[in-house]
T-cell receptor
Framework: DAKTTQPTSMDCAEGRAANLPCNHS???????VYWYRQIHSQGPQYIIH???NNETNEMASLIITEDRKSSTLILPHATLRDTAVYYC????????????FGSGTRLLVRP | DAGVTQSPTHLIKTRGQQVTLRCSPI?????VSWYQQVLGQGPQFIFQ???????GRGNFPDRFSARQFPNYSSELNVNALLLGDSALYLC?????????????FGPGTRLTVT
């Protein structure tokens, strides 16, 4: 599975969009980009995943660049409850049974 | 529906002891994975079980073992505990072993080894 690089920490104001970047320059053609988050003292929570098209669900949007070497997770209207560590993971759909977590980005949403 | 449950929530053991952690997956999920999360780091994969068989193992010593029962619940055993085993142990369940898209994590068991 390809390695990912994320900023250590970020912050944003409550109600504003939070844009969390992830670099995955060695991603291969059949690897998906997954995002999980972990709120303090809880287990990680699945957010969204995608291959090459932009994806949106009730929690967030995922924007993947055309060359697929980077992506951005967008929380459109961040709330205090979105304060968490966000993990970007790349894996091959249907073949890898494990998630390889990096250090993630610690997002602080300010009131 | 209940999510993934883990027990106990916390426990304290001394070096050299053995510990058993328990996990109940979401109803209908046949795959259970175990992760170790040391403070300040992301979770690290330990084991995955599907249909009561081990389907994957991470880079952990043989002191770590696990099993899955006919009702798909799982236990993680750690023998001869070391101080470095102090961590949050996470269990995750999913529908499949290889086709899984989402893993649902439990709240974890915090193990402290003194």
């Amino acid at each position: 599975d390809a390695k990912t690089t994320q900023p250590t920490s970020m912050d944003c104001a409550e109600g504003r969009a939070a844009n969390l970047p992830c670099n995955h320059s060695t991603i291969s053609g059949n690897e998906y980009v997954y995002w999980y988050r972990q709120i303090h003292s809880q287990g990680p929570q699945y957010i969204i995943h995608g291959l090459k098209n932009n994806e949106t669900n009730e929690m967030a949007s995922l924007i993947i660049t055309e060359d697929r070497k980077s992506s951005t997770l967008i929380l459109p209207h961040a709330t205090l409850r979105d304060t968490a560590v966000y993990y970007c993971i790349v894996r091959v759909e249907g073949s890898s049974y494990k998630l390889i977590f990096g250090s993630g980005t610690r997002l602080l949403v300010r009131p | 529906d209940a999510g993934v449950t883990q027990s106990p929530t916390h426990l304290i053991k001394t070096r050299g002891q053995q510990v058993t952690l328990r996990c109940s997956p979401i109803s209908g999920h046949k795959s259970v994975s175990w992760y170790q999360q040391v403070l300040g780091q992301g979770p690290q994969f330990i084991f995955q079980y599907y249909e009561k068989e081990e389907r994957g193992r991470g880079n952990f010593p043989d002191r770590f073992s696990a099993r899955q029962f006919p009702n798909y619940s799982s236990e993680l055993n750690v023998n001869a505990l070391l101080l470095g085993d102090s961590a949050l142990y996470l269990c995750a369940s999913s529908l499949w072993t290889s086709g899984m898209r989402e893993q649902y994590f439990g709240p974890g068991t915090r193990l402290t080894v003194t």
